[in-house]
Nanobody, 125 residues
Framework: VQLQASGGGLVQAGGSLRLSCAAS????????MGWFRQAPGKERNFVSA????????DYADSVKGRFTVSRDNVKNMVYLQMNSLKPEDTAVYYC???????????????????WGQGTLVTVSS
């Protein structure tokens, strides 16, 4: 699976952005997808994940209620709708995929073997 994230940009606090992750490859529809973010000088952290059929989602506590993950297996796309953005959401956001990620491990970045290049989200106060 090859992944390409897009949709980042500069937004004021309280604003919204929608990130997209375009996937290519035959295994996309059977892959669990994750979103992770990495702020400057910090480690990469889990943001959200979605099961292969889209029926199960998971969110970090810091984004729960503000972010929504979704996928379109026909278009080979995954989305992260981000609302009520805060300055602390500023980071490079990465999408990731793997067919072997389980519900128990979908928060762990080390379990994903396929990564997009990242898209920068900057939230100004």
């Amino acid at each position: 699976v090859q992944l390409q994230a897009s949709g980042g940009g500069l937004v004021q606090a309280g604003g919204s952005l929608r990130l997209s992750c375009a996937a290519s490859g035959r295994t996309f529809s059977s892959s669990r997808m994750g979103w992770f973010r990495q702020a400057p000088g910090k480690e990469r952290n889990f943001v959200s994940a979605i099961s292969s059929n889209g029926l199960r989602t998971d969110y970090a506590d810091s984004v729960k209620g503000r972010f929504t993950v979704s996928r379109d297996n026909v278009k080979n796309m995954v989305y992260l709708q981000m609302n009520s953005l805060k300055p602390e959401d500023t980071a490079v956001y990465y999408c990731a995929a793997d067919t072997l990620v389980t519900i128990a491990t979908m928060r762990s970045s080390s379990k994903y073997n396929y990564w997009g290049q990242g898209t920068l989200v900057t939230v100004s106060s």
